[in-house]
T-cell receptor, first 111, second 117 residues
């Protein structure tokens, strides 16, 4: 089982829709979580951190469920510019900490 | 004034050649990384350097040799290139201390598209 798994998509939704996707992680020593965004043929960039109590940044809401070991990203009122691949990132703290990237979920917003 | 810059952006080369990719960051970060993103889009860490010192060396063939002349530069040299080396190589940096990731933002360069023919 991969340490971090994401549904690769693509999710194809109309503009204005709400879309959500999850990322599961297998290591219970995982302590920090993030969502990065990667546009086509570009580098990944931090979208938002994921806090234990859940957090919101404009139209984006991130949630963490430690019991079920997943994080989620919800995008409300989606825009064409939201089309990108969303990468889940998990930091595992053990003897030496490790950053693990998911393979990403592709999102395509249609007019 | 790009924060993390890497060159070249595109590189097409024949099998067996030796090539280098250069990376520089002007963010004052102590930690720099090389990541590889393959055709399936998995982004995997290859190396991490903290203040010119190698911290992380994942299972990477020893044909790949990173060199950090100072903490603002981390170059990647690849010997005897193979077809399977074709990928996008991202340089990155962060404030983390290499083995003590506290979740500081990782800043990536624009990537170097390597194609081995």
């Amino acid at each position: 089982r991969k340490e971090v798994e994401q549904d690769p998509g693509p999710f194809n939704v109309p503009e204005g829709a709400t879309v959500a996707f999850n990322c599961t992680y297998s290591n219970s020593a995982s302590q920090s979580f993030f969502w990065y965004r990667q546009d086509c043929r570009k580098e990944p960039k931090l979208l938002m951190s994921v806090y234990s109590s859940g957090n919101e940044d404009g139209r984006f809401t991130a949630q963490l469920n430690r019991a079920s070991q997943y994080i989620s990203l919800l995008i409300r009122d989606s825009k064409l510019s939201d089309s990108a691949t969303y990468l889940c990132v998990v930091i595992v703290y053990s003897s030496a900490s490790k950053i693990i990237f998911g393979s990403g979920t592709r999102l395509s917003i249609r007019p | 004034d790009t924060a993390v810059s890497q060159t070249p952006k595109y590189l097409v080369t024949q099998m067996g050649n030796d090539k280098s990719i250069k990376c520089e960051q002007n963010l004052g970060h102590d930690t720099m990384y090389w990541y590889k993103q393959d055709s399936k889009k998995f982004l995997k860490i290859m190396f991490s350097y903290n203040n010119k010192e190698l911290i992380i060396n994942e299972t990477v063939p020893n044909r790949f040799s990173p060199k950090s002349p100072d903490k603002a530069h981390l170059n990647l040299h690849i010997n005897s290139l193979e077809l399977g080396d074709s990928a996008v190589y991202f340089c990155a940096s962060s404030q983390d201390r290499g083995t003590d990731f506290t979740g500081n933002t990782i800043y990536f360069g624009e990537g170097s598209w390597l194609t081995v023919v």
